[in-house]
């Protein structure tokens, strides 16, 4: 019997692929990529954090029992003190300051993106919850240890910092915590459930990839 995350892992594969081809992704490895697409990403990758903060914090609410609770109540701390000081410490780099980082406006696939998990968020399951949530974390260990592979990614001076928080051991028990939580709430549930929770995982891991693309573009409303 596979579990649940296989099946996930199955059907995402091309587009976890395509993810890791793209120009963004790549570039992040081997140092090609423009630090002005790099500053465009951490700035909505900020706002796209506050919503997703709110998110482990929904999360916590929705949990069956106090331990998995506590954990999402942590996660919503670690995301506004620690994954979003990586991107304060980028932005005083970049010479933008804090108050310009959290007004950035958002582009509309960032909006989009965060829209969708809210709303899952906010009217679904936990089971829901976590399979839309699951594409950001899952995803960015994948390419976090993808990257970390190539000859001196580790140390670029702008994209080393980047690689090392997202290949990092204590990131991967994180993914791993998720991806086993994922595994738990998808027990017993029926093919039509399941079906609505890999539609959830599909779609935001389309999401990424769109992310990834935007930033890569620095697109932003077209009018
Ligand atoms: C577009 C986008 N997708 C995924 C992540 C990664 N991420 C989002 S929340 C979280 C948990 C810990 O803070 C992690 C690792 C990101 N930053 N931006």
Known sequence: MSTFTERLWKHVAPIWEKTHQHPFVTGLGDGTLPVESFAFYMKQDYVYLIDYAKIFAIASTKAHDLETSAKFAGLQEATLNGEMALHRQYAERFG????????TEPSFVMIAYTSYMLKVAHQGSLAELVSAVLPCMWGYWEIGKKLAKVEGAMNHEWYGEWVRTYSSEEFGELAAWLIGLMDQLAEGKSEQELA??????????KMEYLFWDMAYRKEMWPC
């Open 96 to 103: 933008i300051s804090r108050e310009e980082l959290e007004a």
């Open 196 to 205: 609505r929770l890999e539609e959830h995982f599909l779609t935001t891991s």
